[in-house]
């Protein structure tokens, strides 16, 4: 009603109602942890940073970040969205096999379903499931690292045949 009030076709307001909205979501917060991960992991990369491999954890130490500060990885996402950064995108990990050299790893804690509906070790590991919270913060880190070159993202499984179940 207010649209048409204004002179807009009611399409024109919802376009203009979604942008606004959009442009107000909250900016995702990166935790820096770089000072408690093991610089030991890490060595210098001989190639340019363009690529992201998605990982599952395959255990969940739930949403206190410091319980995972030894996780190789780049980035880790708690079941409640929470994201913390362990290394620097500069850093080479041994995290993502044949994609080491090219690729940022993110760690989705939780013990994911594979793609064949099972899990790894669920009486040891448990059954998890991504959390929206989990979902929408990955994805805002990809936009992140977009604007930061990376162009392709690719699954952990997809780097190794023995790899079925990663990221889930």
Do not use: C
């Amino acid at each position: 009603m207010l649209a048409l009030a204004l002179g807009m076709s009611p399409i024109v307001a919802f376009g203009l109602a979604a942008i606004w909205a959009r442009a107000r979501e909250p900016e995702l917060e990166v935790v820096n942890m770089l000072h408690l991960a093991p610089a030991r992991k890490r060595s210098k990369r001989t190639r340019p940073v363009d690529a992201v491999v998605l990982h599952q954890m395959s255990f969940s130490r739930g949403n206190d970040l410091n319980a995972y500060r030894n996780v190789t990885a780049h980035f880790v996402i708690t079941p409640n969205g929470q994201v913390g950064q362990l290394h620097p995108v500069n850093a080479r990990l041994p995290a993502s096999h044949g994609f080491n050299g090219r690729s940022v790893a993110v760690e989705f804690a939780g013990n994911l379903r594979s793609v064949r509906g099972d899990w790894w070790k669920p009486d040891r590991y448990g059954r998890d499931h991504l959390t929206a919270a989990q979902i929408e913060a990955g994805r805002k880190l990809l936009q992140l690292l977009k604007v930061q070159g990376i162009r392709h993202v690719f699954g952990h499984r997809q780097s190794s045949a023995n790899r079925g179940n990663d990221p889930g």
